[in-house]
């Protein structure tokens, strides 16, 4: 009988859907629906680094994308649906109440952005995470020795604690902490008290400071040294993680209701988007998946026996069964990619949007189809001639620090840089050392991980911009010097999550036989220029310099 699953992927602007054949990975459905709150910009704040979600956000987009998909299938599949998987950003994790709820829900914080979940590239807490390393290096127990020995600004238990600093007013009423990962297949199950909630190993590996050698979360002394704000919160939360083949239960009437589904459908414990779009994309030990959007997630995977006690300084995370159970899971990253190329186009668009619009000279209908023309072919023209122009050794270097970096050796007070303008410096010229800059920060992950033996035999890249921009792939096969494949999936995170629903609903055995049977494939492979990959080490050599001069002074 033909079986079907669910793969549900929270990213940073939507909610994706995905409906899957469960023995052949086949797409029968799918659906995408924007929060609608994050899209008027609302609770944002891009001076202060502050990013935060509204959760009622991710209900309404949720309940909107799984009813929009379903009506997409014949009148018998949805009775066939057996399993569903859920992948969000992350960290992003949000204060809650005794009862798991996360505050903003609350009729008096509903409007109050520290209520709110605080998105993975939030950098509120700068100063937070600084002194959750200091600390950590004093204590007996290193507690991030397994988080690449720095903590970042983008992780949970520094947001938590900036959270209770700035706003008083949420200090009585939190009670303890979810993940966003964790909080829906909660809110599906009915199961959000946050001593029972089933807890990712994804997240609370790499993002809490969670490891078995320390029974689970920083000790209770830990936590109340670093800030007595933070006293009794280890005694509101975990000690077991789950893997994400595991079933945490099963929606209750009112969700069922709600998604149209059956209460039999066995739902997966949640992961982080790049993670689950790693299994996606077929990740197996000396594959580094690179999922590329507004930033960057590496992921890699590596048996007991290839890490031994090993700690890998400078990363994300080691975490065991992370992304694949029975398997040390590897994260790295870049802390923006896609957002610095967005950032150039806005710089672009600043005519189009201040000054265009004030003129008299054309009617505003015309007005508004130049501006949606010229933005639309902003990228398009700029790739096409930053792709004519001919290398040389005085070209510009740029770094890729806009949002600091998160690999190797998290930095979120790191700035990024454009060298060596001139008068003659164009656009296309700018917007080309730019991709270069991103593709620079890529290699330097690679070579991180090739020092500490860690072997890259192959490449994968997910997520929108390896399917939207072959400038930018290419330029980032001529930089690392590596063959770069490209997942034909477009929604490998939700394929992911797909592949674990099959496992926590017992249609595959394990998530190797998943991955076996619904795998995509591969679609286009970037190969290296050997010539250029040749001129580009004289450029990244530039950029590693830049590099050391604001580490030193960092």
Not at 374 to 386: C, M, Q, R
Request: hydrophobic share 40%.
């Amino acid at each position: 009988m033909d079986r079907y699953v669910i793969g549900v992927d929270f990213g940073t602007d939507s909610c994706r859907v995905l409906i899957l054949h469960a023995l052949t990975g086949e797409e029968i459905a799918s659906s995408i629906r924007a929060y609608p709150r994050w899209g008027k910009g609302l609770y944002c704040d891009a001076a202060r680094n502050q990013y935060r979600q509204h959760p009622a956000d991710y209900i309404e987009a949720l309940e909107d994308a799984v009813n929009e998909a379903l009506t997409k299938l014949p009148a018998e599949i949805p009775s066939r649906i057996e399993g569903i998987g859920i992948d969000t950003t992350g960290s992003t994790p949000a204060l809650t109440d005794r009862n798991g709820t996360p505050l903003a829900l609350l009729d008096e914080f509903t409007d109050n952005p520290n209520a709110m979940f605080v998105l993975w590239k939030d950098h509120s807490a700068i100063d937070e995470a600084d002194e959750i390393t200091q600390l950590a290096k004093r204590w007996e127990i290193d507690y991030t020795s397994y988080q690449g020995g720095i903590y970042s600004s983008e992780w949970v238990w520094a947001k938590v604690l900036y959270l209770l600093r700035e706003d008083e007013s949420l200090r009585k009423a939190a009670c303890s902490w979810v993940e966003h990962c964790d909080w829906i297949p909660g809110l599906l199950t009915g199961n959000t008290k946050p001593e029972t909630m089933f807890r990712s190993r994804c997240a609370a590996g790499h993002k809490a400071m969670w490891h078995p050698d320390w029974k689970g979360l920083p000790g209770e002394d830990f936590l109340e040294r670093l800030d007595p704000l933070l006293i009794n919160f280890r005694k509101r939360l975990f000690r077991e993680t789950f893997t994400s083949d595991t079933c945490v239960g099963y929606p209750t009437p009112e969700w069922a209701s709600r998604l149209g589904l059956s209460t039999r459908v066995a739902v997966a414990a949640g992961a982080f988007d790049c993670h689950m779009g790693a299994v996606g994309a077929g990740i197996k030990p000396h594959m580094l998946v690179k999922s590329i959007g507004t930033s960057t997630c590496d992921i890699m995977v590596a048996t007991h026996e290839d890490i031994g006690r090993r700690q890998i300084p400078g990363i994300c995370g080691q975490v065991d069964g992370s992304v694949l159970p029975g398997m040390i899971g590897l994260e790295a990253g870049q802390s923006a990619f896609g957002d610095i190329f967005a950032w150039f186009r806005q710089i672009l668009e600043w005519p189009l949007v201040n000054i265009l619009p004030k003129t008299t000279l054309i009617s505003e209908e015309l007005m508004e189809k130049i501006i949606a023309f010229t933005a639309g072919n902003i990228f398009p023209v700029l790739s096409d001639e930053a792709g004519c122009i001919p290398f040389s050794k005085e070209d510009i270097v740029s770094t890729d620090w806009f949002n600091g970096r998160r690999t190797p050796y998290a930095n979120q007070r790191l700035r990024a840089t454009i060298s060596g303008l001139s008068l003659g410096s164009s656009a296309p010229l700018v917007f080309r050392s730019l991709v270069e800059a991103a593709s620079f920060g890529s290699r330097s992950i690679v070579e991180h991980f090739s020092k500490n033996g860690i072997t890259i035999h192959e490449v994968v890249s997910i997520g929108g911009i390896p399917h939207k921009s072959p400038f930018v792939m290419q330029i980032l096969a001529d930089v690392i010097g590596i063959p770069v494949k490209v997942a034909n999936s477009t929604q490998c995170c939700a394929l992911g999550a797909a592949m674990f629903a099959t496992v926590a609903a017992k249609i595959h055995p394990d998530i190797e036989s998943a991955q076996s049977a619904m795998s995509c494939g591969y679609d286009i492979v970037y190969r290296p220029d050997e010539c250029k990959n040749v001129v580009y080490r004289n450029s990244y050599a530039k950029y590693l310099a830049l590099d050391w001069q604001q580490s030193v002074k960092e």
